[in-house]
C-alpha cells in the first residue's frame, strides 16, 4: 500500500495555511479506502465497526463504489454519491442533496450550504426543516490510524427544526352528586409544537488520499445536549497508479 512512504512524503508538508486552491481528484476503479467507524448514540450507547470503500467508476457527476463491512459474509453493498462524495437521498418524492462535505476547488475561507425540508420524516414530526453551512478553515495536522497527515479542515455548523405531529390531550375527572359519581372526559383540540436543535460536522480531507482521513458529524437536542455522534478515521488506503 505504500503507506509509510506516502505517509513520509505527506509529513514534508510542514505549511499550516492553504496557499492554493485544491482541485478535484481522479478517481481510480479499484482505489479502496479502509474506515473504523465509532457510533455513540445517548448516555451508553456505543458500538464500532470497519466499513472498506472501493471506487467502481466514475463518470462527470457521479461515483460509483461498493461499501462493505469487514468480517461480514454479505456481499457489498454498491452505491453511488456525487463527485464530491455529496449524499443524495429521496425527500418528498424527490432526489435531494443532504451532505455536501466538499466542494471543489477547495481553498482558505469558502463556503457553502446545504438546506432541506422533509414533510412527515416520522411518526411524531409533521415536518422537519435542516440547515448547514460550511466552511472551508485551513490546514490542520491529525493522526489516525493510517498515519500523520496535514489535512485540509472543513466545518458545517448547522440547525435543524421538527414541526411536531399536532396531537389532542385528555381531561378526565370525577364528579360527585347527591346521586352518586360521574366520570367526565373532556377532550380538548390538538396542538402543534415547534422543537429545534443543532448540528455539527467536520472534515479532514487530505489530497494525496483523494478523501477524508477522519470525519466527525455530531447532533444536539432542544437542550444542547449531544445524543449522536459518528466518527469515522482512516486505516488503511490503497490508490491504483495512473497511466500517463
Not at 514534508?12 to 481528484?25: M, Q, W
Not at 465497526?49 to 457527476?61: G, H, L, P, W, Y
Not at 389532542?168 to 372526559?185: E, F, K
Amino acid at each position: 500500500m505504500k503507506k509509510v512512504l506516502l505517509t513520509l512524503v505527506l509529513s514534508l508538508i510542514t505549511s499550516s495555511s492553504l496557499a492554493e486552491s485544491i482541485d478535484p481528484p481522479t478517481y481510480k476503479p479499484g482505489d479502496t479506502w479502509l474506515y473504523q467507524t465509532t457510533v455513540e448514540k445517548g448516555a451508553t450507547g456505543w458500538n464500532q465497526s470497519r466499513s472498506e470503500i472501493t471506487i467502481s467508476r466514475t463518470t462527470s457527476t457521479s461515483i460509483y463504489y461498493t461499501s462493505k463491512l469487514s468480517g461480514s459474509t454479505q456481499p457489498p453493498h454498491d452505491k453511488i454519491s456525487g463527485c464530491d462524495w455529496s449524499r443524495l437521498r429521496n425527500v418528498n418524492g424527490k432526489e435531494t442533496l443532504i451532505n455536501k462535505p466538499l466542494s471543489f476547488p477547495l481553498f482558505s475561507g469558502k463556503t457553502w450550504e446545504v438546506q432541506y425540508t422533509e414533510k412527515n420524516p416520522n411518526k411524531d414530526h409533521k415536518s422537519e426543516q435542516w440547515a448547514s453551512k460550511y466552511t472551508v478553515v485551513d490546514t490542520e495536522p491529525i493522526e489516525v490510524p493510517a498515519g500523520k497527515f496535514n489535512a485540509i479542515k472543513i466545518e458545517a455548523e448547522g440547525t435543524w427544526t421538527a414541526e411536531m405531529e399536532p396531537k389532542a390531550s385528555v381531561v378526565q375527572g370525577v364528579q360527585a352528586t347527591s346521586n352518586g359519581t360521574t366520570m367526565i372526559t373532556q377532550t380538548q383540540k390538538p396542538t402543534t409544537a415547534t422543537i429545534t436543535g443543532r448540528t455539527y460536522k467536520a472534515f479532514w480531507y487530505v489530497p494525496e488520499i483523494k478523501r477524508w482521513v477522519k470525519s466527525v458529524e455530531e447532533y444536539y437536542n432542544v437542550n444542547g445536549e449531544r445524543t449522536e455522534r459518528y466518527t469515522d478515521e482512516l486505516i488503511s488506503f490503497k490508490l491504483q497508479e495512473q497511466h500517463k
